[in-house]
């Protein structure tokens, strides 16, 4: 996988890479950049990997439902993302930075984390293909070389991923609750 400074940069795109296994890679510019993959065929715990960054996602909850972010290997979590009740979520980073996940068109098709000044960092803008579903993302030219883009970019899919599968029928649920 490359990684680097312009990592985030040309024609970013996550698409399946097995059929009927939810495993899932991010192309720069048809480069492999970052991979997502599911640890169990039922569940929600995913391994995030961008370059030497390695991340665990897991969705806890029901009635108050969460997601926890994990440097893989750590028992401590390093962002949480809460669900809102109406719509969208606040992913609260350990550092205090907060970014709004919301969904940002009519049909489901474009998501986005928005910062606190308003800009749109990272936008993901879904389609199914032949060979399932895939998303265009876009990294704000300013934001490519932010320390959490790599998070926010690895997150936003594993979100929309979820959402979409068949295997994520109780985060479909939440999704549907916020969107």
């Not at 970019?153 to 068949?166: H, K, M, P, Q």
Request: with cysteine.
């Amino acid at each position: 996988m490359t990684t680097g400074q312009d990592a985030f940069k040309g024609r970013l795109l996550w698409k399946s890479v097995e059929a009927f296994k939810p495993v899932y890679e991010l192309r720069s510019n048809d480069v492999p950049v970052a991979r997502i993959s599911w640890t169990k065929e039922w569940g929600t715990l995913a391994e995030a990997q961008y370059g030497d960054l390695r991340y665990a996602f897991k969705r806890n909850g029901i009635w108050n439902p969460c997601l926890t972010v994990r440097v893989e290997g750590t028992p401590y979590d390093i962002a949480r993302l809460e669900f809102r009740w109406m719509s969208g979520a606040d992913l609260k980073l350990q550092n205090g930075t907060i970014y709004s996940w919301s969904m940002t068109s009519t049909w489901r098709q474009e998501w986005a984390f928005t910062a606190a000044d308003g800009t749109k960092p990272v936008v993901f803008r879904t389609k199914y293909t032949m060979k399932g579903l895939q998303a265009d993302v876009t990294v704000e030219g300013g934001f490519q070389r932010h320390r959490d883009a790599p998070l926010l970019v690895l997150l936003g899919w594993y979100l929309i991923a979820s959402c979409y599968s068949s295997d994520g029928a109780e985060t479909a649920a939440v999704m549907a609750a916020i969107g």
